[in-house]
């Protein structure tokens, strides 16, 4: 998947203008109170990301599509070195491992349009 072993491990963040909407909502929920809206939004944030944890790789270990929606559930993992500030917090120069689900949805373009992300 494009959007995890491209955009998040390489930081091609260029290619969001491609798979994503540009008025795409995201909802984290462990880092957002509210929804981010906005491809630039989330380009901002995966570059944020990558400068505090610059080799920072994803991998996709299933995908899971919604019968009969647009939708699908992608289980990912990620690891990757703190090695600059992240959300205020300085660099702990840590190996952390990480894993998520995610719940895309997609617009009639095939961009994804909506974001739900569960740690």
Known sequence: MQLYEVVWSQGKVLLLDKIMAED??????????TAGVGRKRMKRGILAYRAAYPDIRFTVEAISAVQDEDKVFVYWTASGTNTGPIREQP??????????????????AAQIYESLVFR
Do not use: M, T
């Open 91 to 108: 660099p702990s120069g840590k190996q952390v491992h990480f894993a998520g689900i995610s719940l895309l949805s997609f617009d009639s």
């Open 24 to 33: 795409h909502r995201q909802v984290d929920r462990v880092w957002q109170a």
